[in-house]
């Protein structure tokens, strides 16, 4: 079974771009979350989401969005980028939420914003 | 709000020998789950070990084993007979038992295996 993939792997934008990364979880895993990692703050998280409904949210400005798909692929989107959301962006896919089922992690879209 | 906090930003082990990583936390829950997860350079963060914490008796997977003092709220990471392949960066984490899939992650530990 394929694992958790997240495209594209590097990307590079200016600031006041917007950006848009994808990640498409295991076969049959429903439930989708990000998390952002940075040398600074560490991981943390950004949202999840469930049969295309956002259950939770981290504390990040509204400039971050997302959303999932009927397929349980999902896209995070970050507008007016900032220098400071340079970043390692990790998707994670579960079965289902409200569970002891084991998240998978993606290996990550690293963003660099010049 | 949960908080991990792993207080070793490094730690070196020899091949062959044991090391122990440390994490505590604080929240006011009675139910919830602990993690171990390990982050190789490549960067796939893979799943080591995992605690309910209405369980008494500590997880074990192979080499790995925890030592989990609810009491306490610590939950420390042993890997015995360390190999090459357990050099990663090693995050602690906490997931509340219901309304979220959010993981609350410490800094994580470098773990260094020295040939």
């Known amino acids: 079974k394929a694992g958790v993939t997240q495209t594209p792997r590097y990307l590079i934008k200016t600031r006041g771009q917007q950006v848009t990364l994808s990640c498409s979880p295991i076969s049959g895993h429903r439930s989708v979350s990000w998390y952002q990692q940075t040398p600074g703050q560490g991981l943390q998280f950004l949202f999840e989401?469930?049969?295309?409904?956002?259950?939770n949210k981290g504390n990040f400005p509204g400039r971050f969005s997302g959303r999932q798909f009927s397929n349980s692929r999902s896209e995070m989107n970050v507008s007016t980028l900032e220098l400071g959301d340079s970043a390692l962006y990790l998707c994670?896919?579960?079965?289902?939420?409200?569970?002891?089922?084991?998240?998978?992690f993606g290996p990550g879209t690293r963003l660099t914003v010049t | 709000a949960q908080t991990v906090t792993q207080s070793q930003p490094e730690m070196s082990v020899q091949e062959a020998e044991t090391v122990t990583l440390s994490c505590t936390y604080d929240t006011s829950e009675s139910d919830y789950y602990l993690f171990w997860y390990k982050q190789p350079p490549s960067r796939q963060m893979i799943l080591v070990i995992r605690?309910?914490?209405?369980?008494?008796q500590n997880a074990t997977e192979n080499r790995f084993s925890v030592n989990f003092q609810k009491a306490a709220k610590s939950f420390s990471l042993k890997i015995s007979d360390s190999q090459l392949g357990d050099a990663a960066m090693y995050f602690c984490a906490y997931r509340s038992q219901g309304g979220s899939e959010k993981l609350v992650f410490g800094k994580g530990t470098k773990l260094t295996v020295n040939p």
């Open positions: 994670a896919s579960s079965l289902r939420p409200l569970s002891s089922y084991e998240q998978y």
């Open positions: 989401y469930f049969s295309e409904t956002q259950r």
């Open positions: 605690q309910e914490a209405y369980k008494q």
